[in-house]
T-cell receptor
Framework: ETGVTQTPRHLVMGMTNKKSLKCEQH?????MYWYKQSAKKPLELMFV???????ENNSVPSRFSPECPNSSHLFLHLHTLQPEDSALYLC??????????????FGSGTQLSVL | AQSVTQPDIHITVSEGASLELRCNYS??????LFWYVQSPGQGLQLLLK??????LVQGIKGFEAEFKRSQSSFNLRKPSVHWSDAAEYFC???????????FGTGTRLQVTL
């Protein structure tokens, strides 16, 4: 139990579907993140939220739409995805206080397959 | 721009043998360095981190890493590997802020009995 829970664990969707990934952190952190993990590629940061405000969007296509209703919950809404979007999507959280002890805590991820 | 290179994609060691996973980085200032481990079907878990001070850092599960500024390296070591250490290991470099981390492509460790 890492304190960061992601659902669903696996998702198969067609290119015309709309689905959402959910992340919940039970650690009292103030920052949440979406990462994309593809085979043989470095982890790619997609979005960062601090105190519910989006602070980073690393040139992510608009077919990915994040939502952070509060500091404990983060969603990634998916629509009209492409097969190359198939990957493991990881959520993470941290206590962003400007100090040197900031650490990322990851969920187990959602394995997404786009057909 | 900052970057991380993990030159070994896949390593196989026998249980009980020693392990060293290599990590080289490029960073414009004093780096914050991390090693994470990812077991199958799981997210990443922090093994250890280096911010400053002693260049040999101890982590969880018996792992340690040594920061060598002259070689721009932060290699991960364990004196005696256990079968449960089989996983993928990621090195990362960045500054104070977690969102500025750059990860390597990972090294997959296989442990033979």
């Amino acid at each position: 139990e890492t304190g960061v829970t992601q659902t669903p664990r696996h998702l198969v969707m067609g290119m015309t579907n709309k689905k959402s990934l959910k992340c919940e952190q039970h650690l009292g952190h103030n920052a949440m993140y979406w990462y994309k993990q593809s085979a043989k590629k470095p982890l790619e940061l997609m979005f960062v939220y601090n105190f519910k405000e989006q602070t980073e969007n690393n040139s992510v296509p608009s077919r990915f739409s994040p939502e952070c209703p509060n500091s404990s919950h983060l969603f990634l809404h998916l629509h009209t995805l492409q097969p190359e979007d198939s990957a493991l999507y990881l959520c993470a959280s941290s206590q962003a206080d400007g100090g040197s002890n900031e650490k990322l805590f990851f969920g187990s991820g959602t394995q997404l397959s786009v057909l | 721009a900052q970057s991380v290179t993990q030159p070994d994609i896949h390593i196989t060691v026998s249980e009980g043998a020693s392990l060293e996973l290599r990590c080289n980085y490029s960073y414009g200032a004093t780096p914050y360095l991390f090693w994470y481990v990812q077991s199958p079907g799981q997210g990443l878990q922090l093994l250890l981190k280096y911010f400053s001070g002693d260049t040999l850092v101890q982590g969880i599960k018996g792992f340690e890493a040594e920061f060598k500024r002259s070689q721009s390296s932060f290699n991960l070591r364990k004196p005696s590997v256990h079968w449960s250490d089989a996983a993928e290991y990621f090195c990362a470099v960045g500054g104070k802020t977690a969102s500025k981390l750059t990860f390597g492509t990972g090294t997959r460790l296989q442990v033979t009995l």
